[in-house]
């Protein structure tokens, strides 16, 4: 039985590593889908967006509010 405990801890460490190989629009389009419905567009605007999901992604918030337009539209 222990070893059906520890084969879930391993799933939930694999999915942290997406997020470590995707840089730029791929990793700001990650980061918007896994948003609570909630928190996404309209219920919080394009700059708070950019501003919350743009650290690590080497885009500067207005250029992340940019890129977040296409991903907002193609995910409403």
């Known amino acids: 039985m222990d070893e059906v405990l520890a084969e879930p801890a391993d799933s939930g460490d694999q999915s942290l590593e997406p997020e470590q190989d995707l ?6 389009e990650y980061r918007y889908l896994r948003l609570a419905a909630e928190q996404r567009f309209p219920n919080q605007s394009a700059s708070s967006l950019a501003r919350s999901l743009s650290p690590g992604t080497g885009f500067t918030e207005g250029t992340a509010r940019k890129y977040l337009k296409p991903i907002i539209d193609k995910h409403s």
Do not use: A
């Open 23 to 28: 840089t730029g629009v791929e990793l700001l």
